[in-house]
């Protein structure tokens, strides 16, 4: 069984995020980046599921620029066997990606697609979903447990929903995302990041896949939330009840 | 090798026999301070006005304990003062009036040097948290004392810069305490002690006088440089209201390796890994840890959260797992792709010549966080352990660890079983939570090793077990029986391990000249006449 599975490449979830000041975006320049923290989850699972024997060999894809490819390689310093780079300067939105996903995912004969569940930059939280109606396969998204039966060629995914827990039962070929409880992504060992740099990298271009990746979606503006004003302290219960019933008026 | 004149044998036989009693004891209290007389606490209600007072016991109690349970003080009362012209009113009376007091900023000491031995007054910097300015050109950053290390440091991040100095403690410490105890921490050995960033204090003195040395200037050489005497004076010659510190621009790109390294000589030696990474990362190396595999072991029991970042299950040297020490480097430059370059030829070359047996890169500021908080958490999973026999030694680099074997075995010997006999925590079996645990840990590159034995609880034989050998091996290595922690009242008995006579009757003088009543934070830093 093959396992493609997704990266992307977004800002540090610690880096302070600077809007342009056309608003027309966040600003890149500078700012620290790493591997979507959902991506790596997927991956640590892809991982995990080789090792384990269900998984015959774990295909790393990722969509961006040249520099994407430092993404790619974490991936495979992780333990993906190669990696494919969809080399793509311009805007790529969550359509567009799995479309290319499903493109790749038929070219490489992929059983299961392991994504995160969204990307820290945007959210969307489109990919994998619609990377499963493209297929037409089963999805799981939100998981927090995956088993895999090979020889009942079905999987096995829990998902945390509000109510509690939900099992599902998937006949594989399927699409799972991955949730933040699903694993700990293990730390990518020297030797590891050594053999990562011998990997196999193939670089493809959209129009090689014949995937249109015209945006279909238009970016109006992009701002920064409200701040939001400063506290003060009161003296006394006196002073609060007050100020509750003449300033804020709620009660 | 280097030596350093220690006290003769006949005063170290003296000085012996104090640090016995001394330790855990208090030592008499001076009867010529005053006691505290509601007449007092209403003349400092009446500079402080309301809040700025604390008499309730239960309030007062977290002022006297320090941060490691170990020592705890009778004080009545908390001065909770906003301004300097505050501190500058508290201490003329306090001086008029010739009460003790305790200066005191977050409380994070290691050496209890921040709360009273007896019923001195606590003066607490907990509201003079202020940011006085910051100047964008120089990087020169001002604040009141009381102000927390973490805050300050985001402010100057804000602006581009970084504070020169960072440590475990650093959501709680003042800047006041870090300046008044001279903090060493992980970025001494890049941007060097604080001797050299701290351009200029104001300081109220014990008669209330207030000394303005605020200047933000780099270089000023008039006259003696009376700011450096109050680096490190823990309190004792005078009380920091405020701080000019010179911030370092912030490194934009940091990148961070966790190393397994199979001795600690394969470490720091000559041919070591301290040394090809000073060779190699140049410029760039801004950060050197070392812990032993016992510390790791603590962390991850004892540490919230804490994980091993190469547990061993899945490394392609299985001996990796029982390796004795690891390494934390840490560089930081302009550019993410020249880091990630210079990092992987060192460390290509490095394993390629079995000095380092296996590690991890960190791939994101997630993983480079949870590197950090392992190996700064150590202290914190310490003292959840239980009490710790804390040691904050220097030496020659290639000696620093040589003090943690001598400890295990000098340990082993008396207590066979690992664990102290008698009471609490005595039966021996597979509990090993209650066994006695010695561990290293520190800043290889400065030469830093901070000993810490574990036990369940504080006792009285094992203490005299190992105060005073461990100053005594200590001097006899040519070492500091401080680096970085201060005297506090824990070693203020054993300066003479560290220090000639001649230079602590200069110390007397001075602290004589500064606070000739002797009221600031008495009991610590200099031993009993």
């Not at chain 1, 939105?93 to 992929?110: D, H, I, N």
């Not at chain 2, 007389?37 to 006005?49: K, N």
């Not at chain 2, 034995?453 to 500091?480: C, K, M, N, Q």
């Amino acid at each position: 069984m093959r396992v493609l599975v997704a990266v992307k490449r977004v800002i540090d979830y610690n880096a302070r995020v600077r809007v342009k000041p056309d608003k027309s975006g966040v600003d890149l320049k500078n700012v620290k980046m790493g591997m979507n923290p959902f991506c790596e989850i997927a991956v640590e699972e892809a991982v995990k599921l080789k090792e384990g024997g269900s998984a015959s060999e774990v295909v790393a894809v990722t969509i961006g620029p040249k520099a994407a490819g430092d993404t790619l390689r974490t991936a495979l310093a992780m333990g993906a066997d190669r990696g494919v780079h969809v080399l793509e300067d311009g805007e790529v939105q969550p359509l567009a990606v799995a479309k290319l996903l499903a493109a790749l995912t038929r070219r490489e004969e992929a059983t299961l697609c392991m994504l995160g569940k969204q990307a820290i930059d945007d959210d969307s939280n489109q990919t994998g979903q619609g990377l499963a109606g493209l297929l037409g396969w089963p999805q799981a998204t939100f998981a927090s447990k995956v088993v895999v039966d090979r020889e009942a060629g079905r999987a096995s995914v829990t998902r945390e929903v509000d109510g509690g827990l939900e099992t599902l039962s998937l006949k594989l070929p399927a699409v799972i995302t991955a949730d933040l409880r699903l694993n700990e992504p293990r730390y990518a060992t020297l030797p590891n990041i050594m053999k990562a740099k011998k990997k196999k990298v193939d670089t493809v271009t959209a129009q090689e896949l014949g995937v249109d990746i015209t945006p279909r979606l238009k970016l109006v503006k992009v701002e920064e939330p409200a701040k939001r004003q400063a506290g003060v302290m009161l003296s006394s219960v006196k002073e609060l009840v007050d100020r509750l019933r003449n300033e804020a008026k709620v009660i | 090798m280097l030596t350093r004149r220690v006290a003769g044998p006949a005063q170290q036989v003296g000085l012996a026999i104090w640090a016995r009693a001394a330790g855990t004891l208090a030592p008499p209290r001076n009867t010529e301070f005053a006691l505290l007389q509601d007449s007092d606490l209403a003349v400092f209600d009446s500079i402080l006005g309301s809040g700025g007072v604390i008499t309730d016991p239960h309030e007062v109690d977290p002022y006297n304990r320090d941060w490691m349970g170990k020592y705890r003080g009778r004080g009545r009362c908390v001065l909770r003062p906003r301004s300097t012209a505050q501190v500058s009113a508290l201490l003329r009376h306090c001086s008029a009036r010739r009460l003790a007091v305790v200066p005191q900023g977050g409380n994070t000491g290691l050496v209890g040097g921040s709360v009273p031995v007896h019923d001195e007054v606590v003066l607490s910097t907990g509201l003079m948290t202020t940011l006085l300015g910051f100047d964008p050109g120089s990087g020169a950053l001002t604040a009141q004392a009381g102000a927390v290390l973490a805050t300050l440091e985001a402010a100057a991040r804000e602006r581009g810069h970084a504070m020169p100095l960072d440590l475990g403690a650093s959501g709680s410490c003042a800047i006041g305490g870090n300046v008044a105890t001279n903090a060493g921490g992980i970025r001494l050995l890049r941007h060097g002690p604080l001797h050299g960033s701290v351009l200029g204090l104001e300081v109220v003195l014990a008669g209330g006088q207030v000394l303005d040395l605020l200047s933000s200037l780099r270089k000023d050489n008039t006259g003696y440089d009376l700011k450096q005497l109050f680096i490190g004076s823990e309190g004792t010659l005078g009380v920091i209201t405020a701080v000019a510190i010179q911030c370092p621009a912030a490194s934009p790109a940091t990148s961070l390796a966790y190393l397994a390294v199979p001795s600690f000589k394969a470490a720091q030696q000559a041919h070591g890994v301290l040394q090809a990474a000073r060779q190699n990362l140049g410029e760039l190396l801004s950060a050197f840890e070392f812990l032993d595999r016992e510390s790791l072991e603590v962390a991850k029991q004892f540490l919230p959260g804490a994980r091993d970042p190469l547990p061993g299950s899945d490394t392609v040297i299985p001996y990796t797992a029982q390796a004795p020490f690891f390494l934390v480097v840490e560089i930081a430059g302009s550019s993410e792709q020249h880091n990630a370059a210079m990092l992987e030829a060192f460390l290509e070359s490095t394993m390629g010549e079995g000095r380092v047996l296996d590690g991890v890169v960190a791939q994101d500021s997630r993983q480079a966080g949870e590197i950090w908080a392992l190996r700064e958490g150590i202290t914190e999973a310490l003292r959840h352990r239980g009490a710790i026999y804390k040691y904050d030694l220097s030496f020659r680099v290639e000696e620093m660890y040589g003090v943690v074997g001598a400890a295990r075995e000098r340990l082993a010997s008396a207590y066979p079983s690992g664990f102290l006999g008698g009471g609490a925590g005595s039966t021996a079996g597979s509990d090993t939570e209650h066994a006695l645990k010695v561990v290293g840990y520190g800043h290889l590159g400065d030469g830093n090793v901070h000993l810490n034995i574990s036990a369940p609880r504080y006792d009285a034989g094992l203490e005299a077990l190992i105060e005073p050998w461990v100053y005594e091996f200590t001097a006899a290595h040519s070492g500091s029986i401080s680096a970085e922690h201060g005297l506090g009242r824990m070693k203020a008995p054993c300066i003479g391990y560290s220090k000639p006579p001649e230079a602590v009757r200069l110390m007397r003088s001075i602290k004589a000249a500064f606070d000739p009543q002797g009221i600031l934070n008495p009991y610590k830093v200099l031993p009993p006449e």
